[in-house]
């Protein structure tokens, strides 16, 4: 063989093993395709009201703060995907504390902020901010933190109640906003972790029973719930009040038909449908891009689970497989809740299409969340170790080796390695001794 062809032999391995992982180039895609296509609909969906509204204002406002705030959350999945596994395990016990500390201040008078009869928000005009979707990732990591370092805690509800009482919390203090939409998504993102660490349903039974009761409870005692409820079980006897936008938005999606009226040619955006632009961005997808816009959407959030669940399966250590498995069912939950909504399939809620709806918090939380996926799709891990048996052994504890087991480990190879080159010294020194006195006794016979 040529000199070229062994050369061209040597590198060709080297750009395979260089090249990034399938699942690493699909989540991107399929998170850079949302991205683009919720700011072509963010600025379908809000300038006609905007022009309306404001008799003239600025039809492209909602269309730049989404772009600042893309270019926000494009800096946070690059650090994320670079190096979000080590910060986010060790920031993880300060930022629960923080986002329940953030939960409660939204609920102090005066300093939270009420939109549409909920009390979600802090800050004000552009920088306001949502503490519930920081609580999302923060319960997130908090699991996987906990639910990698001791996997023993699995097996009842005794060694789950730290987490169990984290989340309890979170979810009592977004479902007093009320904000019951991102609690259910919550919940899903939560249930989807326990069961990615093998806790079993009989373990979780007493506590899903328990969750019914509250949610019950808490739409017993909320009007507005109640409403929302009565609205997607009988919307046709209500048309004009509580079943009026689930109404328009199937009206909206409906007179898409195969191939939609056209990018911009909305009716129901302009004067119908409240929220076009962030919960019910969906619709106006549908109303103008048709069957085709819907299934292509649809595709984009498939690849996406596709290629976050396939990343989880083929981490290195546990840490990484239940933080990719969370996020993305975080993600993928949360997606579900808002277009069963859409299409009448559920209650309204109120969360926002992620990486498609105006929403400056949830854009950049949910871009960091992917840039942590991305991180765990390109093989990285949260912990650093000496040597492959070091990485071996945390991928089964689930945790960190502690330094006497990594000087352990390597000096056993250490000690392994030289065995072997002993041994084969050897053998090599017998087998060649063979072979001479064979040829030896092959040479006195022809003397003879």
Not at 208 to 234: D, K, M, S, W
Not at 237 to 249: K, L, V, W
Request: proline share 4%.
């Amino acid at each position: 063989m040529s000199p070229s062809g062994k050369g061209l032999l040597a590198h060709g391995p080297r750009r395979r093993r260089g090249a990034p992982p399938i699942e690493y180039s699909l989540l991107l895609t399929a998170t850079l395709c949302l991205l683009a296509l919720g700011a072509v609909m963010v600025f379908s969906a809000s300038s006609a009201r905007a022009l309306l509204a404001d008799q003239g204002g600025d039809g492209a406002e909602y269309l730049k703060r989404t772009v600042i705030f893309a270019a926000i959350g494009l800096l946070a999945l690059r650090l994320a995907a670079v190096r979000g596994l080590r910060l986010a395990r060790v920031a993880t016990p300060p930022l629960v504390v923080v986002s329940l500390l953030l939960l409660a201040a939204v609920l102090i008078p005066g300093v939270g902020r009420t939109v549409n009869g909920a009390q979600r928000w802090l800050g004000a005009g552009m920088l306001q901010f949502q503490p519930s979707e920081l609580a999302k990732i923060a319960v997130v990591l908090y699991g996987a933190h906990l639910l990698s370092a001791r996997p023993g805690r699995t097996r009842t509800l005794r060694g789950l109640a730290p987490l169990l009482a984290v989340v309890g919390l979170s979810l009592a203090l977004i479902a007093t906003e009320p904000d019951l939409g991102t609690a259910v998504v919550l919940c899903i993102a939560v249930g989807s972790l326990l069961l990615c660490a093998g806790v079993r349903l009989r373990t979780l039974a007493p506590v899903l029973g328990a969750v019914g009761l509250i949610a019950v409870c808490v739409i017993a005692a909320n009007p507005y719930q109640q409403e929302r409820l009565t609205g997607f079980l009988h919307g046709s006897s209500d048309p004009h009040g509580a079943g009026y936008q689930s109404r328009q938005a199937t009206i909206a999606v409906g007179s898409g038909g195969l191939t939609g009226l056209g990018l911009g040619e909305s009716v129901q955006k302009a004067s119908y449908l409240p929220e076009a632009h962030t919960d019910m961005i969906a619709a106006v997808l549908g109303e103008e891009t048709g069957f085709a816009g819907m299934a292509v959407l649809i595709g984009l959030l498939g690849m996406f689970g596709y290629a976050g669940l396939r990343a989880a399966h083929r981490a290195r250590d546990r840490y990484s497989k239940l933080l990719a498995a969370g996020l993305t069912s975080l993600i993928l939950g949360q997606a579900a809740v808002n277009l069963f909504a859409v299409l009448g399939l559920a209650p309204l809620t109120g969360v926002p299409l992620p990486l498609v709806s105006y929403g400056g918090t949830s854009l950049v939380v949910t871009l960091f969340s992917a840039g942590l996926i991305l991180n765990v799709a390109r093989g990285r891990t949260a912990v650093a170790a000496g040597s492959k048996q070091a990485r071996r052994s945390s991928s089964r504890g689930g945790g960190a080796a502690s330094p006497a087991r990594l000087s352990a480990i390597e000096g056993g190879a250490t000690s392994r390695r030289r065995l072997t080159s002993h041994d084969a010294s050897g053998d090599s020194g017998r087998r060649h001794g063979r072979t001479r006195r064979a040829g030896d006794r092959r040479r006195r016979r022809a003397a003879r």
